[in-house]
């Protein structure tokens, strides 16, 4: 079965040569979601706002790939400040619940000029 390149009009546009994210069989993968608007303008605000925008990108290109957050079977965040971890978990349970959780990683990165970035694998099977 061919890969399928899913496109999430109503996600922030990638910023460089890559997919919103990947169908190959009944897995998603979905690229890195950084906080910027729809319209391509990055969110400078808090942790949290910024947080909240890149989760919320995520989402949106599950959605677009047929599945949701609930069908994440590995997360991948990435945050410019390690001391940000308290808050992003409380954040994080906005987007995936409390119960059946994916696997994770979080590590500390050098991202220039944004907070967090965050990716996931999904499963739709």
Same mark, same amino acid.
């Given at each position: 079965?061919?890969?399928?390149?899913?496109? #999430? *009009?109503? +996600?922030?546009?990638? =910023? /460089?040569?890559? %997919?919103? !994210? $990947?169908?190959? &069989?009944?897995?998603?993968?979905?690229?890195?979601a950084c906080p910027v608007r729809?319209?391509?303008?990055?969110?400078?605000?808090s942790f949290a706002e910024q947080?909240?925008?890149?989760?919320?990108?995520? #989402? *949106?290109? +599950?959605?677009?790939? =047929? /599945?949701?957050? %609930?069908? !994440? $079977?590995?997360? &991948?965040?990435?945050?410019?400040?390690?001391?940000?971890?308290?808050?992003?978990?409380?954040?994080?349970?906005?987007?995936?619940?409390?119960?059946?959780?994916?696997?994770?990683?979080?590590?500390?990165? #050098?991202?220039?000029?944004?907070?967090?970035?965050?990716?996931?694998?999904?499963?739709?099977?």
């Amino acid at each position: 079965m061919p890969k399928k390149i899913i496109t #999430a *009009e109503g +996600a922030a546009p990638p =910023g /460089g040569p890559y %997919s919103h !994210a $990947v169908v190959a &069989g009944d897995h998603v993968f979905l690229s890195g979601a950084c906080p910027v608007r729809p319209d391509g303008t990055w969110v400078a605000g808090s942790f949290a706002e910024q947080a909240r925008a890149a989760f919320a990108n995520l #989402a *949106e290109v +599950a959605r677009a790939a =047929g /599945g949701d957050l %609930s069908q !994440a $079977v590995r997360v &991948g965040v990435y945050l410019r400040d390690f001391a940000d971890f308290p808050e992003m978990n409380e954040i994080y349970v906005e987007f995936f619940g409390t119960e059946n959780l994916p696997a994770r990683t979080t590590v500390p990165v #050098a991202l220039q000029g944004f907070d967090i970035e965050v990716d996931a694998v999904l499963y739709l099977g």
